[in-house]
């Protein structure tokens, strides 16, 4: 089994940043994983935002692409999503995801993200 602990979330103003860090844990059996974040706002589908690879190579949804940089630090299992221009469509429930390439994967509890004035 595999933990992912979220932190960062919380009420930001439109126009302002957030970063959101996930930490993965207990029997990471390979450093072949990738890991990311996904989104879901109310009466909406779970969406990727954006995942990277153990190499660096990352995926980004079109809709933050130039406004969130998602980066990792292999030796602490972690990653950030460094969220900045945030729009009030960009509320939603954060969710980390942790996969190996085996397609065994796990997913975080979820942490909220309100952009608001």
């Known amino acids: 089994q595999v933990q992912l602990a979220e932190s960062g979330g919380g009420l930001v103003q439109p126009g302002g940043s957030l970063t959101l860090s996930c930490v993965a844990s207990?029997?990471?059996?390979?450093?072949?994983?990738?890991m990311g974040w996904y989104r879901q706002a109310p009466g909406k589908q779970r969406e990727l935002v954006a995942d990277i690879r153990t190499g660096g190579t990352v995926t980004m949804a079109d809709p933050v692409k130039g406004r969130f940089t998602i980066t990792r630090d292999n030796v602490k299992n972690t990653i950030y999503l460094q969220m900045s221009d945030l729009k009030p469509e960009d509320t939603a429930v954060y969710y980390c995801?942790?996969?190996?390439?085996?397609?065994?994967?796990?997913w975080g509890q979820g942490i909220q993200v309100t952009v608001s004035s």
């Open positions: 995801w942790f996969m190996f390439y085996s397609n065994e994967h796990y």
């Open positions: 207990g029997n990471i059996k390979s450093r072949y994983y990738i």
